[in-house]
């Protein structure tokens, strides 16, 4: 079972920062963030992969950054000028297998079956 857990959720005013963590029970080569806010679709917002390379949703690029934190196996994704419209739930997720970053944000966005994740956690900007 691969047990992610998100932190560091909360309310902010559009243009400040948050930063997102996800601790993963092991090191994994490709990781990503997705959210969804009610009524709307999954959207894969970043992901990285064993190069570390990364892949953004257009909707973020330049203003969200993900990287990866070791040995503690954390997922990071730092926002910053954060807008009304990135209000949404938050989470860390894990593909069945090992993909490119592009191919991670792909998938996160697809609506399918496409990996693990944790709980979530709730980001809403005002």
């Known amino acids: 079972h691969v047990q992610l857990v998100e932190s560091g959720g909360g309310s902010a005013q559009a243009g400040g920062s948050m930063r997102l963590s996800c601790a993963a029970v092991?090191?994994?080569?490709?990781m990503g963030w997705f959210r969804q806010a009610p009524g709307m679709e999954r959207e894969g917002v970043a992901a990285?992969?064993?190069?570390?390379?990364?892949s953004y949703a257009d909707s973020v690029k330049g203003r969200f950054t993900i990287s990866k934190g070791y040995p503690k196996n954390t997922l990071y994704l730092q926002m910053t000028n954060l807008k009304p419209e990135d209000t949404a739930m938050y989470y860390c997720?894990?593909?069945?297998?090992?993909?490119?970053?592009?191919?991670?944000?792909?998938?996160?966005?697809?609506?399918?079956?496409?990996?693990?994740y944790g709980q979530g956690t709730q980001v809403t900007v005002s």
């Open positions: 997720a894990v593909p069945y297998q090992d993909l490119s970053a592009t191919e991670t944000l792909r998938v996160m966005s697809s609506g399918g079956d496409f990996g693990y």
């Open positions: 092991a090191h994994f080569d490709s």
């Open positions: 990285i992969d064993a190069d570390g390379s990364t």
